[in-house]
Nanobody, 124 residues
Framework: QVQLVESGGGLVQAGGSLRLSCVAS????????PAWFRQAPGKEREFVAA????????LYADSVKGRATISRDSTIDTVYLQMNSLKPEDTAVYYC?????????????????WGQGTQVTVSS
């Protein structure tokens, strides 16, 4: 079945940058729009960013506006999350997810496919 595989997480100091990648096992993003979520221990999973595959439109959580950029490569069914000026509060497991068209981008219940997650740790 469809699998989403994230990579690019790691340990960085505050103020540093990371680029996360998510590759789909099938070319599904044109029909299942991708997004990034994150979850810290003991916290609810929260929306980070989403992108419309057809038009490139983007949506960001207030917590990452101005620091995060979501982008896509349609030829290889890959979505990226570039994060700059990282803060300790960005520490979390970051998940790639995909939802059918017409579903609310910010709601976790909208997403049918999820990756395994990649750990991002930001030290102070």
């Amino acid at each position: 079945q469809v699998q989403l595989v994230e990579s690019g997480g790691g340990l960085v100091q505050a103020g540093g940058s990371l680029r996360l990648s998510c590759v789909a096992s099938e070319r599904i993003f044109s029909n299942y729009n991708p997004a990034w979520f994150r979850q810290a221990p003991g916290k609810e999973r929260e929306f980070v960013a989403a992108i419309g595959w057809s038009d490139g439109s983007t949506l960001y959580a207030d917590s990452v506006k101005g620091r995060a950029t979501i982008s896509r490569d349609s030829t290889i069914d890959t979505v990226y999350l570039q994060m700059n000026s990282l803060k300790p509060e960005d520490t979390a497991v970051y998940y790639c997810a995909a939802r059918p068209g017409g579903m609310s981008a910010q709601r976790i219940t909208a997403y049918e496919y999820w990756g395994q997650g990649t750990q991002v740790t930001v030290s102070s």
